[in-house]
């Protein structure tokens, strides 16, 4: 059994049991599987007539000139995208609320290659009536962490690049806050949970070395250095999260390394 079986049982026990709008979340780290589980599970529901869109946490990043004030202001490590806080959460609010009011709605797009959101004459179009709303993301459904908790810091990055904390106090306050009317949006969550952060670095090695493999040495694909530094940006809330939200996903998929079906609790 694959990941989609289980995730597309709950789509349609969600689906059958309310009309209008059913908004389902998928969360995983970075390499779990989450963005083919998604859009299996769209490709799946509009083979059978369902009004679906996919709406990933990447593409409500904060545009490259929004995240560099945040770098001046706030704390340099905002300038890189990933972490509660680089995201528009009020862009995602009003999809949502405008594919609840059953009205067509442009999902943005961001454009990593460009590192910036892509022109909204680029964005696809929700139509009017759309039935499933997919939220995928590495941090969707994130709790925010207790403030002893963000004391100690997790990794060389945190203790060299924010000894003082507040990029990560930044960080949990925004996920507290925003974030939270985001997530409160959804009617499920399904987790794909890793077995460990350790594979998370190596599943996210093996997509990196997948790109190079295609396009070569090109700008924006990472060595070994630049890679370990990326994921330390995601571990402390990676972390947080394969302990704390099994217990409260509506879905959890344990993976194993090879990203095969461990087991499964709830759904």
Same mark, same amino acid.
């Not at 890679?227 to 993976?255: C, D, K, N, V």
């Given at each position: 059994?694959?990941p989609?079986?289980?995730?597309?049982a709950?789509?349609?026990?969600?689906?059958?049991?309310?009309?209008?709008?059913v908004?389902l979340?998928?969360?995983?780290?970075?390499g779990?599987g989450?963005?083919?589980?998604?859009?299996?599970?769209?490709?799946?529901?509009?083979?059978?007539?369902?009004a679906?869109?996919l709406?990933?946490?990447?593409?409500?990043?904060?545009?490259?000139?929004e995240?560099?004030?945040?770098?001046?202001?706030?704390?340099?490590?905002?300038r890189?995208?990933g972490?509660p806080?680089?995201?528009d959460?009020?862009?995602?609010?009003? $999809?949502? +609320?405008a /594919?609840?009011r059953?009205?067509? %709605?442009?999902?943005p *797009?961001? =454009?990593?290659?460009?590192?910036d959101r !892509?022109?909204?004459?680029?964005?696809?179009?929700?139509?009017a009536?759309?039935?499933l709303?997919i939220?995928?993301?590495?941090?969707?459904?994130a709790?925010?962490?207790?403030?002893?908790a963000?004391?100690?810091?997790v990794?060389?990055?945190?203790?060299?690049?924010?000894?003082?904390?507040?990029?990560?106090a930044? $960080?949990? +306050?925004? /996920?507290?806050?925003e974030?939270? %009317?985001?997530?409160? *949006?959804? =009617?499920?969550?399904?987790?794909?949970? !890793?077995?460990?952060?350790?594979?998370?670095?190596?599943?996210?090695?093996e997509?990196e070395?997948a790109?190079?493999?295609?396009?070569?040495d090109?700008?924006?694909?990472?060595?070994?250095?630049?890679?370990?530094?990326?994921?330390?940006?995601?571990e402390?809330?990676?972390r947080?999260?394969?302990?704390?939200m099994p217990?409260? +996903?509506? /879905?959890?998929?344990?993976?194993? %390394?090879?990203?095969?079906?461990?087991?499964?609790?709830?759904?």
């Amino acid at each position: 059994m694959t990941p989609l079986e289980p995730v597309a049982a709950l789509a349609d026990r969600l689906l059958a049991a309310r009309d209008g709008l059913v908004v389902l979340g998928i969360a995983g780290a970075q390499g779990s599987g989450k963005s083919t589980l998604a859009g299996g599970l769209k490709a799946r529901m509009e083979a059978r007539g369902v009004a679906c869109a996919l709406l990933s946490i990447d593409d409500l990043y904060r545009t490259k000139a929004e995240r560099e004030r945040l770098a001046a202001q706030v704390h340099p490590l905002l300038r890189t995208r990933g972490v509660p806080g680089t995201h528009d959460v009020a862009v995602g609010l009003s $999809v949502i +609320a405008a /594919l609840e009011r059953g009205e067509a %709605a442009a999902l943005p *797009r961001f =454009d990593k290659g460009r590192d910036d959101r !892509a022109p909204e004459a680029e964005w696809p179009i929700a139509a009017a009536g759309t039935r499933l709303l997919i939220l995928e993301g590495w941090c969707v459904g994130a709790a925010p962490q207790p403030d002893a908790a963000l004391v100690a810091p997790v990794n060389r990055l945190e203790a060299e690049e924010d000894a003082e904390g507040r990029w990560r106090a930044y $960080v949990n +306050a925004a /996920l507290a806050g925003e974030y939270q %009317a985001l997530f409160g *949006r959804l =009617d499920a969550l399904a987790l794909l949970a !890793a077995p460990g952060f350790e594979m998370v670095a190596q599943w996210r090695g093996e997509q990196e070395a997948a790109l190079r493999a295609r396009v070569g040495d090109a700008d924006g694909v990472m060595d070994v250095g630049q890679l370990a530094r990326f994921i330390q940006h995601y571990e402390r809330l990676t972390r947080h999260m394969l302990e704390q939200m099994p217990g409260r +996903a509506t /879905l959890t998929i344990f993976l194993r %390394a090879d990203r095969s079906v461990d087991h499964i609790i709830g759904g």
